[in-house]
């Protein structure tokens, strides 16, 4: 994450806090982020450097027409700073700080397969222990932990995976 990114963000979050709209902000924010993430394209588009700023400008106010002021806001300040390259950064970043603001932290969980009913109770009753905080849960797809889970919570870590277990047995093995 860039830093400008880091900055823009934190500035959009006082503007959209000082006018009671931040929520909204956010909202718009998780739309831009889901659209850069389906959109391939819209990715390109905006980091090419050979479109005009111009069309980069007018084609985020066409498709976020509905979007805040505030919002629109950033996306003329891109235009005119020429950084229309970081606008997915900056609403990846807005979205962390406003759940921040809220107190809400984000549980990064990885699991060997998508979590099943139970496996969410499980991380659940973990993640209570942990922290105190509202809590969202992130869920990662990662084979390679072959069961169990990987639990993330800002920066404690909580290792119930099979390939975690295997480690500290050859690691006590091998003492």
């Not at 900055?7 to 929520?23: F, H, M, N, V």
């Not at 924010?29 to 389906?38: D, F």
């Not at 007018?58 to 002021?69: H, R, V």
């Not at 109770?121 to 169990?148: F, H, L, W």
Request: glycine fraction near 6%; hydrophobic fraction near 45%; avoid cysteine.
């Amino acid at each position: 994450m860039s830093r400008a990114a880091i900055r823009y963000a934190k500035a959009i979050l006082d503007i959209a806090t000082a006018s009671g709209k931040s929520e909204a902000v956010n909202a718009d924010m998780k739309s831009i982020t889901a659209a850069l993430a389906e959109s391939h394209e819209l990715h390109v588009f905006l980091s090419s450097p050979v479109v005009r700023l111009e069309a980069k400008k007018n084609a985020l106010l066409e498709i976020f027409a509905g979007a805040q002021q505030e919002t629109q806001s950033l996306f003329q300040l891109l235009f005119t700073n020429k950084r229309f390259e970081i606008l997915g950064a900056i609403a990846k970043q807005y979205g962390h700080l406003y759940d921040e603001s809220i107190g809400v932290e984000i549980a990064k969980v990885t699991t060997a397969i998508p979590m099943t009913a139970e496996m969410e109770k499980t991380i659940s009753a973990k993640i209570a222990e942990m922290s105190s905080k509202k809590i969202t849960i992130e869920n990662t797809i990662d084979p390679s932990i072959i069961g169990g889970f990987i639990l993330r919570i800002g920066d404690m870590q909580y290792n119930a995976s099979v390939s975690g277990r295997l480690n500290e047995l050859k690691r006590e093995f091998s003492n």
